[in-house]
């Protein structure tokens, strides 16, 4: 495996493409823009005017967009990967996503030969740069270990999860677990600063105990200084946690926690903060 196709080379994917490239991969992109990647084809990534150019010659396909209707755009219709990807290709979908939709990619992609996997990742702009992501992958087990090469140069901490749409479960499981744990993170930072505490010896403080976490880590210091420039945008987290809840409604659960997280969130997208990352949270309890 070799030649590599990827589609949404944005935030994580610039990375995710540096990484490949370094690891001896032949990588071919496609953007709807060709001067925001104009950084990566300057490195040595060769770009295509179109999905239907781009597809045909690539042993494996990466996508990694938006939300679920742009997964849709560029896998179903003539000018899309099923329509144009060659027999016994690799179609890797790394975008956070719909179990449903990776099922059915996964077997409208069978049926035509190719090799199918939901494999979306967890680790934010910081591990897509340093190549430490985690990934989380759904398919047949021996197409996901064909595809080890190819994960290992954009990640650490790479699991089979189960069949088609496992790996969008267990991405599901954890959003779920962000959700509640940054909300967390805000909720003290808020108290601690109406309490008038000094909030860098707070940090210090709880940085090593038991309340220590990564959204901690990441996003403490960010807080602090009011950097709110997103590692992952708000408007992405509403869409993972929009497809965690109705999936825990389909099977009879319900998570408060994610629900309230999720209400607080759609709250300042509605105030125009859906570009900003996940640590704006704090900006809801009027503290910051």
Known sequence: MKRIGFIGVGIMGKSMVRNLMKHGFELHIYARTRSKVEDVISEGAVFHESIRELVPDCDAVITIVGFPPDVEEVYFGGGGILANARQGAYLIDMTTSSPSLAVRIFEEGTAK????LDAPVTGGDTGARNGTLSILAGGRREDFDACLPVFRAMGT??????????GQHAKMANQIMIAGTISGVCEALSYAKAKGMDLEVLLKSVSTGAARSGQLDAYGNRILSG???????????????????????????????????????????????????TQALVRYYGQF
């Open 227 to 277: 950097d709110y420039a997103p590692g992952f945008f708000i408007k992405h987290f509403i869409k993972d946690m929009k497809i965690a809840d109705g999936e825990a409604d389909a099977s009879g659960l319900t998570l408060s926690v994610l629900k309230q997280a999720l209400k607080n969130y759609e709250a300042l997208a509605e105030e125009g903060l859906g570009d900003e990352g």
């Open 157 to 166: 901490n790479i699991n089979y999860q189960g069949p088609a749409g496992f």
């Open 113 to 116: 030969g190719l090799h199918v």
